[in-house]
């Protein structure tokens, strides 16, 4: 139906070429008629801004790189594709694309994360998009679902495992039975980790994109540091198999849900979860990376697919870049970001979920009953109770929670901690979802 | 960031006040200002359109329910929702809509898959919108994915559970080893099967849908009668649990793949299909739908939820309303149907997948050599082989083959069942998807 436009191509500029950028460097050049027949209009790549021009890059023609990525922002292009990443310079030139007139696809969660509401405001200020389905999820088509598909509905719980990473080392340690550091450096070798892993092993990256899906899931503004956050560096073999042997696996989840103590507060946070074998999200294998979303109408949803990789999220960034363009030649722009709540984040004391506790107990008459009697004075109800004895010939306590207050499981643990006399060793937790 | 601007409302009228119809009234009515605030302007429902005003409909006003649906189609409403079905008078109701310069919201399938076209163009002759979410999937977010967030990517493959009322009957024949009969009784008792099936079990409502997916998949115009279509009143629990004893199980799929032999066509499907357990299509329970989506780039992605029930498909519908609105308030439409190329659809004996086919063989020496060598001679290779002795001690033989071409496959049975003096009884086959 749509026939290809030719007065005039939509000139884009892409800032980045490494992983993602060779990649979307390639759609770009690869099939200029489906391009152009899916806008309307041909699209002309105009430059990469790049930091170093004169390295060899095959199969892109060598002119179209400079350093001066500023000049390359404002000479006029109709979309900027950012895919450099961190804050700056990326903030500052999707600043000045907007100041130009350009519309942007980018996939920087860490920016968006800390700067997404000046950017939004800017891009609406300037009468412009700006898309990131590539921010979140690489190549699962999320960010749409939840901005347009889910926007009539009341979205309830956003969670999901959005970093591959994690999930990779995860999904080693539970299957291979490797310690973190063992699944790290594996993961690190296949080049799923970085030498520097902390963004990704102490949730940051998860804590990134939890606020931007918690922002479009309940109209409001969260930013990345709000979100409560805790890594996977801390769990052990014995974690995951003490899960296993409750029919539970152990995943990284960015967890987003309006179902607090107040009705104006949403809870944002990410934390290894225990999930049953049977939840959808539980069969989320290796780096890939999958949303749950729950709404009042709907129900529940899953989207499942490759969480990162240079060709995925080129696929994503594509998808945007050929929206705006098809945008630009009808002479308008998409919806700006919706925003008109004013939710604040609850403390994560408030949170509510259920929690598995282990613990090494003196093997004597009376413990478990003083154990649960602390459970009992913090109003937390015990679901369920495991004793076992380790190869060391030590009982293993391990319990589950009804759903409870954060606070008040915490209370409990920190009075349980004192009882010197009934437990031996460290207490481990963890949270619990999806039962 | 939206504002609601208070100048004009989006005027909608809702056409059909069903299952879905009500639920859609219900959302309108129910939180005006979340939807001024996410639109940027009121909602108003200006009527619906049924064909008995007074049947009583708790919690709407009566005054709202009209019979002329035509009259209030013409009154100058923004957005026309229509949820009746069939193909009249939905479509001279639809195209009176887009004559009045009214964008349109559906949920009819069948329409789409017959007229889908015609339409499509009159929207865009008009400048007007027409977004179907609700079509395919129920509150799945997959048409918007397919038309936007994969535009800039190939998709190869879209594989779906997209009927509920069949997957609820395979897995209830799966699951409490049911006939077809009683688990389609069980069906209509519940309210997931009408009291004429005949849409659902033999497939119509699958290829409807799979005509649009793949329409929307490969830019080109699919009619839902192209579609090869085979329901699952055939299927018997002996098929089932020979499935199962090869660790697979029985779903009624729409498969559209690229991948035929000639690259200007598509192959568009529906049928019984084999999944391996381990398929992410193959644990989907009940009435939830799926979709399953291979493309160049993103690689592969799946979409799960409920695929149909009056709150999710309204979920849908509201979606779409607010994207309808949106672009109202900002005196713009979004894009036409993407259908530049125009591909044929491979007839079926061109379709290439593994077939699995079981039969009762004599129990005598050079049995198996002499069917053997007749998926030689046709070049169907053969995967895994499997004898076994039924309870009335007959020799079963099924046979899993390699991919094939269905007519390589159709010739190879159609010899074998000439073999009387090796074979006795039916022979049973059903094509292997996701090995």
Do not use: W
């Amino acid at each position: 139906m749509i026939e290809v436009n030719g007065d005039r191509p939509i000139k884009v500029a892409l800032l980045g070429c490494g992983n993602v950028g060779s990649q979307v460097a390639r759609l770009l050049l690869e099939s200029p008629d489906d391009l152009a027949a899916r806008v309307g209009a041909p699209v002309q790549l105009m430059g990469i801004g790049v930091r170093h021009p004169d390295a060899e890059r095959p199969g892109i023609d060598p002119v179209l790189f400079t350093k001066d990525s500023e000049a390359l922002v404002r000479s006029g292009v109709d979309v900027v594709i950012e895919v450099i990443g961190g804050i700056e310079p990326a903030k500052s030139l999707l600043l000045a694309a907007f100041a130009s007139g350009a519309s942007v696809v980018t996939a920087n969660k860490a920016l968006l994360a800390a700067h997404g509401q000046e950017l939004y405001a800017a891009a609406e200020r300037a009468g412009v998009d700006i898309y990131f389905e590539a921010a979140v999820a690489g190549a699962i088509p999320i960010i749409r679902p939840l901005r347009e598909s889910l926007v009539g509905d009341e979205i309830t719980t956003v969670m999901g495992i959005v970093n591959g990473t994690t999930n990779f080392i995860l999904d080693k340690m539970t299957t291979d039975h490797l310690s973190f550091s063992e699944a790290l450096a594996e993961a690190q070798e296949l080049g799923y980790a970085e030498a520097d892993p902390t963004a990704d092993v102490e949730g940051y990256d998860a804590a990134a994109k939890a606020s931007i899906l918690a922002s479009l899931a309940f109209h409001t503004e969260i930013a990345g540091a709000d979100v409560h956050r805790e890594g996977i560096t801390t769990i052990t073999v014995e974690d995951i198999e003490s899960a296993r042997a409750q029919g539970f696996v152990i995943k990284l989840l960015a967890v987003a849900t309006l179902s607090g103590d107040r009705e104006d507060s949403v809870s944002v946070r990410v934390h290894p979860t225990m999930l049953p074998e049977s939840h959808p999200l539980a069969s989320v294998r290796g780096a890939y990376n999958a949303v749950f979303v729950e709404s009042r109408n709907a129900g529940r949803l899953m989207f499942l697919g490759p969480g990162a990789g240079g060709s995925p999220t080129a696929s994503a960034v594509m998808g945007d870049l050929v929206t705006i363009a098809r945008n630009r030649v009808r002479g308008t722009h998409g919806p700006a970001m919706s925003t008109y709540r004013r939710y604040g984040i609850a403390p994560i004391e408030d949170a509510r979920t259920s929690y598995y506790i282990t613990m090494q107990v003196k093997d004597e008459p009376g413990v478990l009953a003083r154990i649960a009697s602390v459970f009992a004075k913090h109003e937390v109800s015990i679901l369920a109770v495991r004793q076992t004895m380790d190869d060391e010939g030590h009982a293993r306590l391990g319990i589950m929670t009804h759903v409870a207050r954060d606070a008040e499981f915490t209370d409990t643990v920190s009075e349980i901690r004192t009882m010197t006399s009934a437990i031996s060793g460290r207490i481990r937790l963890i949270r619990v979802e999806g039962r």
